[in-house]
Nanobody, 118 residues
Framework: QVQLVESGGGLVQPGGSLRLSCAASGSIFGRRTMGWYRQAPGREREFVALISSNGYRNYLESVKGRFTISRDNAKNTGYLQMNSLEPEDTAVYYC????????????WGQGTQVTVSA
């Protein structure tokens, strides 16, 4: 069973930065696309960013230029560097490992709270 553990969330002022980490157990991390999602109170979970196994990146339009997704396959860990944070970025952030084939399972972490407030 694969486990994903997020860390790095917290309270930050507008304009500040945070770096989220997602550590995966097992040996599947390197071959799977990893994504970050977020869910604000009263809203549906939304896509934030993803990075494929070969380094392709994609971002939610509103975070482009502010957030950077990366991964270290040797450490089975993914990251989300968040700069110029805005109150609208406040949410619980989740990492996800996508299935490669229909016979596999997506994996989600437990989430880490990010609060942007003065």
């Amino acid at each position: 069973q694969v486990q994903l553990v997020e860390s790095g969330g917290g309270l930050v002022q507008p304009g500040g930065s945070l770096r989220l980490s997602c550590a995966a157990s097992g040996s599947i991390f390197g071959r799977r696309t990893m994504g970050w999602y977020r869910q604000a109170p009263g809203r549906e979970r939304e896509f934030v960013a993803l990075i494929s196994s070969n380094g392709y990146r994609n971002y939610l339009e509103s975070v482009k230029g502010r957030f950077t997704i990366s991964r270290d396959n040797a450490k089975n860990t993914g990251y989300l560097q968040m700069n110029s944070l805005e109150p609208e970025d406040t949410a619980v952030y989740y990492c996800k490992l996508n299935r490669v084939t229909p016979f596999e399972t997506d994996y989600w972490g437990q989430g880490t709270q990010v609060t942007v407030s003065a």
